[in-house]
């Protein structure tokens, strides 16, 4: 069975940082780009950072681009993102997802809540 | 950059009723890409139709997805009680703002 499940949230200052994991199981890990998607409060669903299985190739939305990084352990089957310089408008559930081909998110975590707030 | 706009904004249906869902791309985008999710609060985003147009493994037949070019459409023919939700359409980074279907 496939399973992701996320963790790291909470409460950070702005200008903080946090890291996010996504811990995979029940798949080969290393064929699979994997993705970090978010919903802000009231708002709709936001891609924010993808990376191949090798780990060599990763892609970022604009509104964090320089601030957030996106890696992997392939060892552990975990992704993960860095966020530093959080703005109170990264506060969001941040989701984890696999990405099975074309954008197509068949498997996402279960969601881990980040809120940027003084 | 392809931007996704999904009308209208919120639809208000009894259950039993047709919902058809609109999703425009800026510019043509290819069909193999065109994604449809439902979301529900609490829950993490489903996916429902990929390809525009096949149904994700163990969705009902009451979703079709259709279009082609800039225009896609999602159709739930008879709402069941558990399908009021927010829908997003999607082209590889790309989600549109969401459709809201609620109960009338």
């Known amino acids: 069975e496939v399973q992701l499940v996320g963790s790291g949230g909470g409460l950070v200052q702005p200008g903080g940082s946090l890291r996010l994991s996504c811990a995979a199981s029940g798949f080969i890990f290393t064929r699979y780009w994997m993705t970090w998607v978010r919903q802000a409060p009231g708002k709709g669903l936001e891609w924010v950072a993808n990376?191949?299985?090798?780990?060599?190739?990763?892609s970022y939305a604009d509104s964090v681009k320089g601030r957030f990084t996106i890696s992997r352990d392939n060892a552990k089957n975990s992704v993960y993102l860095q966020m530093n310089s959080l703005r109170v408008e990264d506060t969001a559930v941040y989701y984890c997802?696999?990405?099975?081909?074309?954008?197509?998110?068949?498997?996402w975590g279960q969601g881990t809540l980040v809120s940027v707030s003084s | 950059e392809i931007v996704l706009t999904q009308s209208p904004g919120t639809l208000s249906l009894s259950p039993g009723e047709r919902a058809t869902l609109s999703c425009r791309a800026s510019?043509?985008?290819?069909?193999?890409?065109l994604t449809w999710y439902q979301h529900k609060p609490g829950q993490a985003p489903r996916l429902l139709i990929f390809g525009a147009s096949s149904r994700a493994t163990g969705i009902p037949d009451r979703f079709s997805g259709s279009g082609s070019g800039t225009d896609f459409t999602l159709t739930i023919s008879r709402l069941e009680p558990e399908d009021f939700a927010v829908y997003y359409c999607?082209?590889?980074?790309?989600f549109g703002g969401g459709t809201k279907v609620e109960i009338k």
């Open positions: 997802a696999r990405d099975d081909g074309y954008g197509l998110f068949l498997y």
């Open positions: 999607q082209q590889s980074s790309t």
């Open positions: 990376m191949n299985g090798p780990g060599s190739e990763k």
């Open positions: 510019q043509s985008v290819s069909s193999s890409y």
